[in-house]
């Protein structure tokens, strides 16, 4: 079993920025992929960043390109995202989840573990 818990949602200003931190079970930071999703009202789950610790490599959705980077500390293992030049549109829960290997990286159902997710909240 792999635990998640995310933190570091809030309150912020349009073009301001946050930092949200997953901390995770040592195992899920040795080969699983972990990923950032978010749920606003009234619209469905999506991607916000991935990265596989296997190789690093990282994934971006579309909405978040550039203002948004996916990284972790091993040695705590902790995973991070920080979010820049945030709109009101980012607001959502934002949740952590991971799986050793997801059929599909973007989709959420095939991540096995998840956190109880954190609100980010982007006033204009």
């Known amino acids: 079993q792999v635990q998640v818990v995310e933190s570091g949602g809030g309150l912020v200003q349009a073009g301001g920025s946050l930092r949200l931190s997953c901390a995770a079970s040592?195992?899920?930071?040795?080969?699983?992929?972990m990923a950032w999703f978010r749920q606003a009202p009234r619209k469905e789950r999506e991607l916000v960043a991935a990265?596989?610790?296997?190789?690093?490599?990282?994934l971006y959705g579309d909405p978040v390109k550039g203002r948004f980077t996916i990284s972790g500390d091993n040695a705590k293992n902790t995973l991070f995202l920080q979010m820049n030049s945030l709109k009101p549109e980012d607001t959502a829960v934002y949740f952590c989840a991971a799986d050793p290997y997801p059929g599909n990286v973007v989709d959420g159902d095939s991540y096995a573990f998840w956190g109880q997710g954190t609100q980010v909240t982007v006033s204009s």
């Open positions: 990265i596989s610790w296997r190789d690093g490599n990282t």
């Open positions: 040592a195992r899920a930071f040795s080969t699983y992929y």
